[in-house]
């Protein structure tokens, strides 16, 4: 290839024109670029175009790093991604063509990388392995400055949408993240609700029958409740369930969960916990309601507790653990409330 006359701003990657047009460049002022300033890597193993061609990319306004070699190129985009890849086709050590698809693998993990191969090869069986390859354009040298720019602001405009698809998409994963955790909290009392506590429960139950860990459940129902709303009216009936909600919370450990099981009542699981030592947990938990002191027609207000430690020889599903714990709830109940009675496997 001969190098073209800089009077058609024009200049060879190899030959005696570089030094013209690089000269030509410096002289010019810095462009400011459309689309935003790009980091371009220039790989190519001739020093003459590839100095020369940063010069370019410089003074058209943009930042600009080299490379000699493609294994080079790649160990520089593995440390810091580039958002244009001008390459040879032909390099030392790795091809333009591995490279190119190298680049291409690595775009799911990480932001858009344009590449364009810029080689002395204008056939049309190299311009469709580029393409194959992943390239996103193809240009022959030698190279003009003014066609430079233009596929430069080409590359900043596709990379534009890209960021902006990019963008959107993480806000839908975001609001998506948020919609999920919303529909398993219990607006009213901030905990999980129904929804959450199934799904918990069956990757509990998978646990259990797995490996064999201990769980408990605790049911904790507010004493008197529907007389409390009658005296006092919901609005303050509300606020109690989010009190209750917040203490309950407050005396456990981290890894329990709790959940809103329905109108005032409320569910403990407590993971690695015998029955004996649920039961004392519990009894913390409800001398924490009862020091709350919120008056109730009956003094303050109080909660009955049941526990049941989940026995896979007595439950065959889940749905028996939680009736075990509820009748242990409603002997709690029976015996006079503000209380916690167990649920003997045996």
Not at 119 to 132: A, C, I, P, Q, V
Not at 144 to 171: C, P
Not at 246 to 268: C, H, S, T
Request: aromatic residues 6%; contains cysteine; proline residues 3%.
């Amino acid at each position: 290839m001969g190098s073209a006359p800089y009077a058609h701003k024009a200049f060879a990657l190899a030959g005696p024109s570089h030094a013209e047009a690089a000269a030509e460049a410096r002289d010019k002022p810095m462009a400011e670029p459309r689309y935003g300033r790009l980091s371009v890597l220039v790989v190519d193993g001739d020093s003459l175009s590839r100095i020369g061609l940063q010069q370019a990319v410089e003074q058209l306004g943009h930042d600009c790093r080299t490379a000699k070699d493609g294994l080079e190129a790649w160990e520089m985009l593995q440390a810091e991604r580039a958002d244009v890849v001008l390459s040879d086709w032909s390099l030392p050590r790795m091809g333009g063509v591995e490279l190119c698809r190298r680049v291409r693998a690595a775009d799911g993990d990480g932001p858009y990388t344009y590449f364009i191969f810029m080689t002395g090869f204008d056939d049309r069986e190299h311009f469709l392995r580029g393409m194959e390859a992943g390239a996103d354009d193809y240009h022959t040298k030698p190279v003009d400055i003014e066609e430079l720019e233009a596929r430069l602001v080409s590359a900043g405009r596709v990379l534009s949408l890209y960021r902006k698809l990019a963008d959107k998409n993480q806000q839908l994963r975001r609001d998506s993240q948020n919609s999920f955790h919303a529909a398993r909290v219990d607006p009213l009392t901030g905990v999980a609700n129904r929804l959450r506590m199934d799904e918990d429960l069956e990757v509990l139950w998978s646990r259990a029958q797995r490996y064999g860990h201990p769980f408990a459940a605790a049911l904790c129902d507010i004493d008197e409740f529907k007389k409390y709303n009658d005296r006092h009216g919901h609005v303050a009936g509300d606020e109690v369930l989010r009190r209750v909600a917040q203490a309950i919370r407050k005396g456990l450990r981290q890894g329990d969960a709790l959940y809103r099981f329905g109108g005032e009542e409320f569910l403990v699981i407590l993971p690695e916990q015998s029955l004996s030592e649920a039961v004392r947990a519990m009894h913390r938990v409800r001398g924490a309601i009862e020091l709350l002191g919120i008056p109730s027609p009956e003094g303050v207000l109080t909660i009955s507790v049941g526990v049941a430690e989940l026995d896979l020889a007595l439950d065959r599903t889940l749905k028996d653990w939680l009736r075990r714990t509820d009748a242990a709830l409603y002997q709690a109940k029976e015996g006079g409330r503000n209380r916690v009675e167990s649920c003997s496997s045996r």
